[in-house]
């Protein structure tokens, strides 16, 4: 398994953040999704057999937010 922490901007409220725990979740070979508002960041655990970090970006970036590299 394979850990990565993305920043993310434009995450405002618990809302954002639930919005891109689901978005995040709605992929295929996520293991465990934490967000941070506070730190504007989110860890996500993954299997990178399923699903890469650029698809993962791209999710987030769906559900409305920019992630910063
Ligand atoms: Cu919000």
Known sequence: MTITTLNIQGMTCTGCVNSVKRAVGSL??????????????????YNPAQVSPEKLKIAIMDAGYDVKD
């Open 28 to 45: 295929p070979g996520i293991l465990q999704t934490q967000v941070s508002l506070e730190r504007s960041q989110v860890t996500i655990e």
